[in-house]
């Protein structure tokens, strides 16, 4: 097997049995972005020349017996919105085109002190909100990969990097891992540092990564956060609430059904599924966050886009603009119902191991115009419960479609051995054909 192939599980494993070196797994990496770059443009940049040195003292470390933590050696992608010191950080944005930072992210750092290489920045929305990157989908170069975190999901779909950081402040690391049949994590909302990432919305941004198994998330999150507690057991015949309601009214048919079978599937292997009504509060959950996260936004932006409002794109213009039009009282308003909102989620989620949803709307959407709807993503954005999405099969169109899995706060780790159980008993095929292209 190409080593590009492997999941990062394998891939650790195989550095620590010596089977496998950190310098082949980069050149092989490397070799499939130089095949698949132009087509899926999911890199802002790659820096050949760092990643081989780093791979080259990763495999002297290696051969001497030491190793940092699982993930090193292992070539990692970086959303462009995360702070690296050296490297050109765009956030999507002509305003930052030439800009480099002098220090590392938080969470870019420590996955430097735990050996992973820094591989390169991958493509992001503008200021990962709505105007999208150039990024293909793997499975089908006709259809957006999702966003803002699109480039981390298109490369690690098409086997370019085994692991990515994005980030998530409405959908987008959940529904572009979804929309390109990977695995996608995000914490509970302060599980992990979110100190220099260029910030969309500071109570609402979340730090998650995307992977290819959930056994990957589980040593990323292990690896970037050693104080994340581990559940006593493993999940057996998990308890799970099923969300319908504002899901089933919603999803395309496509996705319903693709759920359904997913459902009745894991049902099938012994898991237990109880019909959940969603509290009153949760019919507001969409307008409150985009009051929170259009102020925020505008305050992170102001003192700019007083100055060069031309310089931002049209939808983004637009966003920052009604977010400064907001009254404090309405912001306040929506914080204090934002509260309430995520005392309803706690209680209803006392009863079951996690709740369960489509991961979207719809699968990916056909043209590149846009990166598809975050509505099935931002409730969790919005109460900081840890989310993750499991491909659970194809639509009739061949497009993936994810099982999405919300925990209680602070359960992350429960959240993905349920994930874990699901995607044994699913078993989809974790990587598309090579990119179609028309």
């Keep these: ?8 599980s394998e891939a650790s494993q195989m550095i620590h049995e010596g089977t496998l070196t950190p310098t082949k797994l980069a050149e092989s990496l490397m070799d499939r972005i130089d095949k698949l770059e132009s087509v899926l443009e999911a890199w802002v940049t790659v820096e050949r020349d760092q990643v081989t040195q780093a791979a080259e003292a990763a495999t002297r470390e290696a051969e001497e017996g030491v190793f940092k933590s699982a993930l090193h050696g ?37 996955l430097k002190e735990a050996g992973a290489i820094i591989l390169g920045k991958t493509e992001t929305t503008e200021f990962a909100l709505h105007d999208p990157a150039s990024t293909r989908n793997p499975w089908n170069t006709l259809h957006t990969p999702g966003g803002s975190s699109s480039g981390s999901a298109a490369a690690v779909s098409s086997g370019m990097t085994q692991m ?32 220099g990432v260029f910030p969309l919305s500071w109570s609402l941004d979340h730090i998650g990564f995307l992977v290819r198994t959930v056994q990957d998330a589980v040593i990323t999150l292990k690896t970037m956060n050693k104080d994340v507690e581990s559940p006593s057991e493993t999940e057996e015949n998990p308890r799970i ?33 109880v019909d959940v009504e969603l509290p009153k509060s949760f019919s507001m959950v969409l307008d409150v ?18 100055q060069s409002t031309d310089e931002y794109r049209e939808y983004l213009r637009g966003f920052i603009s ?4 907001v009254p404090a009282t309405a912001y306040l308003r929506a914080q204090r119902i ?90 989809f095929p974790h990587e598309p054909k090579d990119p179609y292209t028309p």
């Design 1 to 8: 097997m190409e080593p590009y192939k492997l999941s990062l």
């Design 74 to 110: 292992i070539p990692v992608g970086v959303k462009d919105i995360y702070y690296t010191q050296g490297m050109r950080t765009t956030m999507g944005s002509s305003i930052y085109v030439g800009f480099v930072p002098e220090y590392d992210a938080d969470t870019v750092a420590s």
């Design 164 to 195: 990515a950081l994005g980030s998530q402040t409405g959908g987008s690391v959940v529904r572009p891992a979804s929309y390109c049949g990977i695995v996608g994590f995000k914490g509970t909302y302060d599980l992990l540092s979110r100190g």
């Design 241 to 273: 609430g099923l969300l319908s309601g504002y899901f089933k009214e919603n999803a395309d048919d496509d996705v319903w059904l693709g759920f359904e079978r997913a459902v009745g599937k894991l049902w099938g292997e012994g898991a237990e599924f």
């Design 289 to 306: 966050h985009r009051v929170i996260m259009s102020v925020e936004t505008a305050a992170a932006h102001e003192d700019h886009f007083r």
């Design 322 to 325: 009604s977010g400064l039009m």
């Design 338 to 427: 934002r509260g309430q909102i995520i005392n309803d989620m706690i209680n209803l989620l006392r009863d079951y191991d996690c709740l369960a949803s489509p991961s979207s709307v719809d699968t990916a959407p056909k043209g590149l115009e846009w990166t598809g709807s975050p509505v099935f993503n931002a409730p969790w954005s919005l109460t900081g419960l840890p989310s993750v999405t499991v491909p659970s099969g194809l639509s009739e169109n061949g497009m993936p479609i994810g099982l999405q899995l919300i925990g209680e706060p602070y359960a992350d780790m429960k959240l993905l051995n349920v994930a874990s159980w699901c995607e044994a008993k699913l078993e």
